[in-house]
C-alpha cells in the first residue's frame, strides 16, 4: 500500500538567502526517476524546504539528499565567512557547524 508524504523542513539561519539559492538550484533540476517534488520557499531567516512524495521510501531519499545538500552547502557557506575574517563561527560557540 502507497501512502502520499507530505514533509516540511525548516532551517533558520543568517544564511538562509544563500542556502536558498542552493536548494532552489537543486529543486529546479528533474529527478530521475522522479521520486517526488521539493519546493523551497525563503523568509527573511529562515528557508523551508516542502517535500512531496509518492511513498515513505521516495521521501526518505528525498530527504537525505537534502540533508546531505544542507550539510555541505551550510560548511562550506560557514568556512566563506569565517575566510572572511566574520566572527560568524566565533558567535557560535564552536567551529563545528550546526544549523537549529
Known sequence: MQVA???QLDVCTPLAGNLYDA???????P???????VD???NPDCVSLVISAR?????????????QLLHAA???????????GDT????????R????
Do not use: C, H, M, W
Request: net charge positive; glycine share 8%; charged share 20%.
Open 5 to 7: 508524504v507530505k514533509a
Open 23 to 29: 536548494f532552489r538550484a537543486e529543486a529546479a533540476q
Open 31 to 37: 529527478g530521475t526517476p522522479k521520486k517526488g517534488a
Open 40 to 42: 523551497v520557499i525563503v
Open 55 to 67: 511513498d515513505v521510501g521516495d521521501a526518505r531519499a528525498l530527504l537525505n539528499s537534502y540533508l
Open 74 to 84: 551550510y560548511s562550506v557557506l560557514l568556512s566563506l565567512k569565517t575566510r572572511e
Open 88 to 95: 560568524y563561527a566565533s558567535r557560535q560557540g564552536s567551529s
Open 97 to 100: 557547524s550546526s544549523v537549529q
